[in-house]
């Protein structure tokens, strides 16, 4: 779904994660209607049960220049507010006046979408995603005009059409790990733990030979649900290579949790972090078979080891 949604690259939407829901079976079609401040109407008609693949008629002629919004099934589940991350179902098309091809969608994929409601999305997305609820459907089409300005100066890309089928909101992560220390370790790697919302300090140098197998340790349990393959995350973490204490990554660093589907990430972490309780801390040694190989990433020579030690935040 992912290459799929290439086709947004011209829009700032910072989609998406990976998470699991569905939403009412009701029956749905209707033509749109609402829309932007100038008044415009996009003329699509949306057709199909929410919950399922939908339909979408377009109208003859050009397509609609103005980006608007439409609530096709408002709902009624809790509704939706700026600052929620907003579990989808979500279906893409290009409107280009001729094909009208759709470009990909989560029913195919199996797997929603999170799309965060803030200043990061286009206007038109900020204020359709609160007037519906879960369970609700939203029709939105984003034209030229939802560009950020400075990227303006690109080729103009085909406006674009999404519908949203609305599963829930993702829960709030937590701000640090809670639990005890239970003294385990990686011989040949150290970590501190220090206050539960500052970084861990960890080290790698060492003389040990690395582990040629996966091994992960929890070094705080934490009294949350165990995380499930599949699903999204939130983490906080530091990564280094094994033997030099060579630090390639860290999100404390950055000042920002990151989140990311299990999916989408190297064997090592889908392995080594299912099963893990949500408040936890792991420190994990990952081998290169698990990891990038023989291919060398920034920071990351060719078959190196890699070891993380990871808070474990939130999970949906």
């Given at each position: 779904m992912r290459r799929a949604l290439a086709v947004l690259a011209a829009v700032p939407l910072l989609l998406f994660a990976a998470a699991c829901g569905g939403s009412d079976g009701g029956t749905t079609a209707a033509t749109t209607g609402a829309t932007t401040a100038a008044g415009a109407s996009?003329?699509?008609?949306?057709?199909?049960?929410?919950g399922a693949k939908p339909t979408v008629t377009f109208?003859?002629?050009?397509?609609a220049a103005k980006s608007s919004y439409e609530v096709v099934q408002p709902g009624t589940g809790d509704g939706l507010k700026a600052g929620d991350k907003v579990i989808v179902n979500l279906t893409v098309y290009d409107w280009d006046g001729k094909a009208n091809a759709a470009q990909g969608s989560t029913y195919d994929t199996k797997a929603t979408e999170t799309i965060a409601i803030d200043q990061r999305i286009p206007?038109?997305?900020?204020?359709?995603?609160?007037?519906?609820?879960h369970g609700g459907r939203l029709l939105a089409v984003l034209a030229n005009d939802s560009v950020a300005q400075q990227q303006q100066t690109q080729p103009p890309a085909p406006t674009k059409v999404f519908v949203f089928d609305v599963v829930g909101t993702a829960p709030t992560p937590l701000k640090a790990v809670s639990g005890k220390e239970t003294g385990e370790s990686i011989k040949g790697v150290k970590v501190e733990n220090p206050a539960p919302d500052k970084a861990p300090t960890l080290s790698t140098k060492t003389e040990e030979k690395a582990p040629k197998d996966l091994v992960v340790k929890t070094l705080i349990t934490g009294t949350g649900e165990k995380t499930k393959a599949g699903q999204t995350l939130t983490v906080q973490y530091t990564g280094k290579l094994w033997g030099s204490d060579k630090q390639f990554d860290s999100s404390w660093e950055r000042g920002?949790?990151?989140?990311?589907?299990?999916?989408?990430?190297?064997?090592?972490?889908?392995?080594g972090l299912v099963g893990v309780p949500v408040g936890s801390r792991v420190v994990m040694s990952i081998p290169p078979a698990m990891a990038y190989k023989g291919e060398e990433k920034p920071g990351i020579p060719?078959?190196?080891?890699?070891?993380?030690?990871?808070?474990?935040l939130g999970a949906y």
């Open positions: 996009s003329g699509l008609k949306v057709g199909g049960a929410v109208p003859a002629g050009q397509p206007q038109v997305l900020q204020e359709g995603f609160t007037k519906v609820k920002v949790p990151a989140e990311f589907p299990l999916a989408g990430v190297i064997e090592g972490w889908q392995k060719a078959n190196s080891t890699l070891v993380f030690v990871v808070d474990v």
